[in-house]
Nanobody, 127 residues
């Protein structure tokens, strides 16, 4: 049974940093793109950062470019999201997800293409 467990969220002040981790288990993840999505109250879920299966192509939503970095550790099946210079508008529940298709070279940003999801971790940024 596939399990994705996010950690690293919390309450921080604007300008601070956080690193989110997503530990994957119960399956084979090296062949799949993985990503971070977020959903703020009253807003739709959005793709924040995606990394392809080989780790050489990434996607970032415009609002986090230059501040967030996604990476993955293949030996331990962990995906990270380093978040720097956090802003109040980054406040949301952050979810980790695994693409449903193998060997996707181009990251996909629609959550409907992702088969497995974590339970989410809350990130709150105060001004």
């Amino acid at each position: 049974q596939v399990q994705l467990v996010e950690s690293g969220g919390g309450l921080v002040q604007a300008g601070d940093s956080l690193r989110l981790s997503c530990a994957a288990s119960g399956g084979t993840f090296k062949k799949y793109a993985m990503g971070w999505f977020r959903q703020a109250p009253g807003k739709e879920r959005e793709a924040v950062a995606i990394i392809n299966w080989s780790g050489d192509t990434t996607y970032y939503t415009e609002s986090v470019k230059g501040r967030f970095t996604i990476s993955r550790e293949y030996t331990m099946d962990v995906v990270y999201l380093q978040m720097n210079r956090l802003k109040p508008e980054d406040t949301a529940v952050y979810y980790c997800a695994v693409d449903a298709l193998e060997y996707r070279a181009t990251p996909r940003t629609d959550g409907l293409f992702y088969r497995d999801w974590g339970q989410g971790t809350q990130v709150t940024v105060s001004s």
